[in-house]
């Protein structure tokens, strides 16, 4: 059974940083293409940042361009996203996603991800 738990959410104040994890169990992901996004109180879920199965092409949301970095490391199935400068806006439930297909590109659409885990609560206070 394949599951994606992300962990490392949690309280923080504006300007302070986390680092979120998405580990993988129950097939490697190493050949895929991996997400995150974002539920944010009252809002549709929307895009962050997604990593190829490489790390060698990303793509970010403007509204953390500059901010946040998504990074990967195949050998731990996990996905992480570093997560600095944080504003109260960025409160939301964090979600990872993976892709079935192998040696893919960078996807920003949600349809297109296979895989959810269930969210990780972050929550910045100004």
């Known amino acids: 059974q394949v599951q994606l738990v992300e962990s490392g959410g949690g309280l923080v104040q504006a300007g302070g940083s986390l680092r979120l994890s998405c580990a993988a169990s129950g097939r490697t992901f190493s050949r895929n293409t991996m997400g995150w996004f974002r539920r944010a109180p009252g809002k549709e879920r929307e895009f962050v940042a997604t990593?190829?199965?490489?790390?060698?092409?990303?793509s970010y949301a403007d509204s953390v361009k500059g901010r946040f970095t998504i990074s990967r490391d195949n050998a731990k199935n996990t996905v992480y996203l570093q997560m600095n400068s944080l504003k109260p806006e960025d409160t939301a439930v964090y979600y990872c996603?993976?892709?079935?297909?192998?040696?893919?590109?960078?996807?920003?659409?949600?349809?297109?991800?296979?895989?959810w885990g269930q969210g990780t609560q972050v929550t910045v206070s100004s």
């Open positions: 990593i190829n199965w490489s790390g060698g092409s990303t």
């Open positions: 996603a993976a892709d079935r297909e192998s040696y893919g590109g960078v996807i920003t659409t949600e349809a297109l991800y296979d895989y």
